[in-house]
């Protein structure tokens, strides 16, 4: 079992910065594969971004490429989230969530073994 808790949501203006942290426990990190979704009120749970184990790979759903940055640090069994620049539309509940594999990390929820509660990002106008 991996737990993963998610923190730094908040309240934001547009065009504000916040960086999530999700910190992992129970497994051995470095053999997980992590990722980033959120929720918006009403709507599917959507990838935002992931990276690879060891963190030389990342990938990013088009709308976030060049003000999101997915990032890990091994030895403290933490991912993060920056995210610059925000738009009302990235209010939502951001997930994480981690993929055993030493491969592709995947964009699907149902590629990830193992979830976060979530934590609430809203961006005001």
């Known amino acids: 079992q991996v737990q993963l808790v998610e923190s730094g949501g908040g309240l934001v203006q547009a065009g504000g910065s916040l960086r999530l942290s999700c910190a992992a426990s129970g497994r051995t990190f470095s053999d997980y594969g992590m990722g980033w979704f959120r929720q918006a009120p009403g709507k599917e749970q959507k990838f935002v971004a992931a990276i690879n184990w060891s963190g030389s790979n990342t990938y990013y759903t088009d709308s976030v490429k060049g003000r999101f940055t997915i990032s890990r640090d091994n030895a403290k069994s933490t991912v993060y989230l920056q995210m610059n620049r925000l738009k009302p539309e990235a209010t939502a509940v951001y997930y994480c969530?981690?993929?055993?594999?030493?491969?592709?990390?995947?964009?699907?929820?149902?590629?990830?073994?193992?979830w976060g509660q979530g934590t609430q990002v809203t961006v005001s106008s």
């Open positions: 969530a981690a993929h055993y594999s030493f491969g592709d990390p995947g964009t699907e929820p149902g590629d990830y073994n193992y």
